[in-house]
C-alpha cells in the first residue's frame, strides 16, 4: 500500500506526548553560563555610555559585553533586496546598540553569569546613560522630507524603496467609468510561538569551533550569516536546531541577539545560554503586518476590475530586518488576487520609526494584499448594488495556466469550482436569507468571503548587497543512508516547528525506495550531518524538499538493487523492492530481504565484483522549475459566518468553510492541521492580537495579559474541503502549503465583520477589529 | 535563606537542599529535578504550558515558588503515562493530531486531565471552556479537542 497519500499518525510525536522532547532550554551543557541581555527603555535615545562594573562586581556576575566592545568584532547584521527596482539604504543595525537606541527593548549589552536568576540580577546592575530624543512612531510623519533622520547614513528615513509594474494601468484607467479609491490600514501583530527565543553558544578553544543549540528554522542560513558577521570559517561553525516550538516564519530572523551571545561564549570560552522571556520576546523579537495602502482600483460599471494601484507604507521599525522586502513586496504582488486585471502599479516605501524591526510572519504580506482586493471589491458590490460573490465570480480568473499582470504564472487549479464548492459548503442562498430575517430581530449576521492564489516557494532574493551572504530556496538536496540492518536515515537540512517532516518526509521516502516506513528515520536541524538548505520557510517543504527526498531514495532504491541483482543473478533492472524485499519482478520467490543486502554491501563487500562501490548512501538534489516569483501556486477560498454582538462589540463564529488546494496531499491529517492551525492564527491576528505603543514610543503590550492570542473559546470548528489538482511541474503534483489559512482568514474575517454591521452605517478599511474598536466603530456611525 | 524542599513527584521522592526561596516551582523541576518536559511560554500564567498537577491540582508552576513544594505530592507530564502505557489522553493527542511543535502539548494533557476528573463525559463546549487556561500556536484547539474527546470515550468505555 503506498504512503502517499494516508493519514498515517504522526511519528514524531511520543516524545512530545510524554514530555521527552528536547527543546534548546531542556540542554545543559557542562561548565554552561546563563545570559541576560540590557535593553534599552526608551524608544529613542543616544547612547552615551555603557558601564558593567558594578555588575562584574556582582558575585555571580561572570562577564559581559557593551556595544562599544562588540562594534569591532561583528559586523552589520544581513538585509536581503530583491532583483528588481529596489532601493535599500542601509540602517547600520549592528548585534548591540553603540551610538543610538531606536525602539523599546533594542539590545544594548550582554551580561554571563552563573545562573538564570542571577544574569537577571547581574544586568540590572548595568549602568546605562542614554539622552532621550524625541521618537518617530509614525510612518506618515517619518516618510516626511523634513522628518528628523533616524539614522545619519540615510538620505531620509525610507529604508526600502520598490516600485512594480504591470501589465496596462494606463488602458485601465483610460477604460474606467470610475475609479475607486480607499486607504487601508492593516495593525501590528506578530507570531509568538510559545517556545521564544533561545540559544547556546559553546567556543571549543582547541577545536576552534563554535557550536550553537538554536531555536531556528535556519541552521544552515544562520551558519552562513554568523560566518559573515562574525568573520569566522563556515566550517567551524556548527548549528543544531533541537525540537522547535514554533517557528512561524518569526524564527527565519538571524537575531543580533544569538550573534551578541556568540561574542560572549567565545569572550568566556564557557557555553552561554540565553532563553529570551515573554516580555523580552513581544518587544524585540520581530514584529510583522503593520501597513498603509492607499488605493485606486478603475473599474467599469459592469463590474469589471480593469485595474489596481496601490501606495504601500511599511513601518518598517528601527532597523532593517534582514527579510524586509519579503513582507513588504508579498503585500504588493498580492494586490490582483485570483482575478483577471489589466494593470498593476504598487509603490511600497518601508519606512523607518521607532518600533521593533519589521519581519517575516506566515504569509509574508500575502494577506495585506489580500485584504486590500477582497474588502474593496465588497464595498465596491455595495457600491454598484451588486452580490459581492456575483463579483468575485465575474472578474475571477477561469482557467489555468494564467498568466497574471504581475508576472506570475498561476499554472494549475479551477478558482471557480472551488469558489462554488464553498458556497454549497454553507449554503450561501439560505444563508442570505437567514441574514436577512435575523437582521429583522435586531441580530447581526455577517457572511466574509475572500479567495487567494498563495505563492509557496518564494525565490526572489539576490546578492544586491554583496557583502552579504542571500539564501536562495528553490533546491533542496537530500542524503540517505542505508545501514547494515537495512534501515534507513534520510538526512534534510531542514528543521521542524510543528511541521510534521519526520512523518511526511518518511512517506515519502517508504513509496520511493519500497521499503516500509517503520525501517525509515528523518535527521533534520545540524549543519554538521545534513545537505545544505534554506531552511523551513515559504511553505517550501512540499514543494521542494519532499521532491528530493523522492530522488534520493529512487537513487538509493537503485543502489540496493544493484548488489541484490547481483545476490540474485538477476539483472538490475528487473529487480523490485517491495515491502522490504529486493525481488526479482515477475519471480515470485526469487527474493532477499533488503537487510541481507545491506549487510553484504558493508560488511562482505569482497564478494561484489569491482565496479559495485560499497555502502548503501545516496545524494540527491532537487531544483524546482520557477514559475514567476514562486515555485507552487496553491488556492483557497474561505468563507466565516459570524454574529457581532452590537452591544459588546464581540464576533461570535456560526461557520467557517474553507476549501483548499495544495495540489497531492502526502498526509492529509497534517494537511489539514496546517489549515485549520493558520487560520486560527489570522483568525486571533484579526480579531483580538495587537502590538500597541503609546505616543513615547513604549510598548503597552508586553505580556499575554495585554496581547491577546486566542484560546480554545475564541475559535470556531473549520470545516475543511480538500482539492487535489496536481502541480504540474513539480515530482509527486505536491503544492507549498501551511501558510495559506493565515492569508485569507484575514480578509475573509474582515469582510464577515463588515458584512454583519454594515446596515448600521459602519464602513471597515482598518484592523484589528477587537471588541473595543468595534463598539468605536459603531458609536461613530451613530454620529 | 535557603530552604530545604522535600517533595514527592510522579511518585519518587526528592529531597533538594539550597533552594533559593524566589525559585519558581517550573525551574526547580526543569533545572534542579530534570524534568524538562514542563515547559516555560510567557512567564505570566497566561498560556499553560507550566501546568502540573500539584497536590492533586492542576497548577501553572510558573508562579508559584519552589519552597512551596515541601511536603507536595506533585505529577508532571512524565508521571502521566504508567510505565509504557500511554494514558489515553496521551494516544488521544496522538491519534487526533492534536499537536504540531509539541511545546503547549504537556501542559494541555495536564490541564485535560484534570478536566476530565471534574467532567468525566464532557461536550465540545465544556472541553473548549476547560481549555481557556492553555494556550496552542500551532493547531487551532480543533484536534486538542477532538483529542480530549477520544479519551474520554476511552476512558469511559474502560471503566465501564
Known sequence: ?783 | MARTVQATVNGRKYYEENVEPRLLLVHFLRDRLGLTGTHVGCDSTNCGACTVMFNGKAVKSCTLLAVRADGAEITTIEGVADEDQLHPLQEGFWEKHGLQCGYCTPGMIMSALQLLERHPDPDEATVRQELEGNLCRCTGYQNIVEAVLWAAERLKSAGA
Not at chain 1, 572 to 592: A, N, T, W
Open chain 1, 1 to 783: 500500500m503506498p504512503m502517499i497519500g494516508q493519514s498515517i499518525k504522526r511519528r514524531e510525536d511520543l516524545k512530545y506526548v510524554t514530555g521527552s522532547g528536547t527543546y534548546v532550554d531542556d540542554i545543559t551543557l557542562p561548565g554552561m553560563l546563563y545570559a541576560a541581555f540590557v535593553r534599552s527603555p526608551h524608544a529613542h535615545a543616544r547612547l552615551l555610555g555603557v558601564d558593567t562594573t558594578k555588575a562584574l562586581e556582582h558575585p555571580k556576575g561572570i562577564d559581559a559585553i557593551t556595544g562599544a566592545e562588540a562594534y569591532p568584532l561583528a559586523g552589520p547584521m544581513p538585509v536581503y533586496s530583491y532583483r528588481e527596482a529596489a532601493v535599500i539604504k542601509k540602517p547600520d543595525y549592528r548585534c548591540l546598540a553603540h551610538d543610538r537606541v531606536r525602539f523599546v527593548g533594542e539590545p544594548v549589552a550582554l551580561v554571563a553569569a552563573a545562573d538564570r536568576y542571577a544574569a537577571e540580577d547581574v544586568a540590572e546592575l548595568v549602568e546605562v546613560e542614554y539622552e532621550p530624543l524625541e521618537p518617530l512612531m509614525n510612518p506618515d510623519e517619518s516618510i516626511k522630507p523634513d522628518s528628523p533622520k533616524l539614522h545619519d547614513n540615510l538620505d531620509n528615513n525610507v529604508g526600502l524603496r520598490i516600485e512594480r509594474r504591470g501589465g496596462d494601468m494606463e488602458a485601465a484607467y483610460r477604460e474606467a467609468d470610475f475609479v475607486f479609491k480607499r486607504r487601508y490600514r492593516m495593525h501590528r501583530h506578530t507570531g509568538t510561538p510559545i517556545e521564544t527565543r533561545g540559544c547556546i553558544a559553546q567556543y571549543n578553544t582547541g577545536t576552534q569551533e563554535l557550536t550553537l543549540h538554536c531555536s531556528t528554522q535556519i541552521p544552515h542560513i544562520l551558519k552562513t550569516h554568523l560566518s559573515e558577521i562574525l568573520d569566522f570559517p563556515e566550517f567551524k561553525i556548527r548549528v543544531i536546531a533541537p525540537d522547535v516550538g514554533g517557528g512561524f516564519g518569526n524564527k527565519l530572523q538571524v537575531p543580533p541577539e544569538v550573534v551578541a551571545l556568540c561574542l560572549l561564549a567565545i569572550k568566556t570560552r564557557r557555553p552561554v545560554k540565553w532563553i529570551e522571556t515573554r516580555r523580552e520576546s513581544l518587544m524585540a523579537f520581530l514584529h510583522a503586518r503593520e501597513q498603509t495602502h492607499d488605493v485606486e482600483i478603475p473599474m467599469k460599471r459592469d463590474g469589471t476590475i480593469l485595474g489596481i494601484k496601490s501606495h504601500e507604507i511599511v513601518n518598517a521599525g528601527g532597523y532593517l530586518d534582514a527579510r524586509i522586502s519579503g513582507p513588504s513586496l508579498g503585500a504588493g504582488m498580492w494586490l490582483p488576487g485570483p482575478y483577471m486585471v489589466k494593470g498593476f502599479h504598487v509603490d511600497i516605501d518601508a519606512v523607518m520609526t521607532n518600533k521593533c524591526p519589521y519581519g517575516a510572519y506566515r504569509g509574508f504580506g500575502s494577506q495585506m494584499g489580500a485584504l486590500v482586493i477582497e474588502r474593496s471589491l465588497d464595498l465596491i458590490a455595495r457600491e454598484l448594488s451588486r452580490d459581492p460573490v456575483d463579483l468575485r465570480k465575474q472578474n475571477v480568473i477561469k482557467e489555468t495556466p494564467y498568466k497574471c499582470v504581475t508576472g506570475h504564472e498561476f499554472d494549475s487549479g479551477d478558482y471557480m469550482a472551488g469558489l462554488d464548492k464553498a458556497l454549497e459548503m454553507v449554503d450561501y442562498g439560505a444563508l442570505r436569507a437567514e441574514q436577512a430575517r435575523l437582521r429583522e430581530e435586531g441580530r447581526y449576521m455577517g457572511i466574509g468571503v475572500a479567495m487567494a492564489v498563495e505563492g509557496a516557494g518564494w525565490n526572489t532574493y539576490t546578492a544586491a548587497m554583496a557583502q552579504h551572504y542571500v539564501p536562495t530556496l528553490d533546491y533542496a538536496t537530500v542524503t540517505m543512508r542505508m545501514d547494515t540492518s537495512g534501515n534507513v536515515k534520510v538526512l534534510i537540512g531542514d528543521v521542524a516547528c510543528g511541521t510534521s517532516h519526520a512523518t511526511t518526509a518518511a512517506q515519502v521516502a517508504a513509496d520511493a525506495i519500497g521499503l516500509p516506513i517503520d525501517t525509515i528515520e528523518v535527521v533534520e536541524g545540524d549543519t554538521a550531518v545534513t545537505p545544505y538548505d534554506s531552511g523551513t520557510r515559504a511553505a517550501r517543504f512540499s514543494a521542494v524538499v519532499l521532491p528530493a527526498v523522492a530522488e534520493s531514495g529512487m537513487a538509493l532504491k537503485k543502489k540496493v538493487c544493484r548488489v541484490g541483482a547481483h545476490l540474485l543473478e538477476g539483472a538490475e533492472e528487473d529487480m523490485e523492492i517491495v515491502e522490504g524485499q529486493v525481488q526479482v519482478r515477475g519471480v515470485p520467490g526469487k527474493s532477499l530481504p533488503v537487510s541481507r543486502v545491506a549487510r553484504v554491501a558493508y560488511s562482505e563487500v569482497a564478494t561484489l565484483p569491482h565496479e559495485i562501490p560499497a555502502g548503501l548512501e545516496a545524494t540527491e538534489s532537487f531544483k524546482a522549475p520557477m514559475s514567476g516569483l514562486c515555485i507552487t501556486w496553491p488556492y483557497s477560498i474561505h468563507i466565516p459566518v459570524v454574529e457581532v454582538d452590537i452591544e459588546t462589540g464581540t464576533v461570535k463564529f456560526l461557520r467557517y468553510a474553507i476549501v483548499h488546494d495544495c495540489g497531492v496531499e502526502v498526509n492529509p491529517m497534517v494537511v489539514e492541521g496546517q489549515v485549520v492551525g493558520g487560520t486560527a492564527q489570522g483568525v486571533g491576528g484579526t480579531l483580538l492580537e495587537e502590538m500597541v505603543y503609546d505616543e513615547d514610543g513604549q510598548l503597552l503590550t508586553t505580556s499575554f495579559m495585554d496581547y491577546l492570542i486566542p484560546t480554545a473559546t475564541d475559535m470556531p470548528s473549520f470545516d475543511v474541503c480538500h482539492l487535489q489538482t496536481a502541480a504540474p511541474q513539480i515530482p509527486g503534483g505536491y503544492k507549498g502549503m501551511g501558510e495559506g489559512g493565515c492569508v485569507y482568514a484575514y480578509a475573509a474575517v474582515v469582510n464577515a465583520v463588515a458584512d454583519a454591521i454594515e446596515p448600521l452605517g459602519v464602513e471597515i478599511t482598518s484592523t484589528p477589529l477587537s471588541p473595543s474598536r468595534i463598539l468605536e466603530l459603531l458609536r461613530e456611525a451613530r454620529g
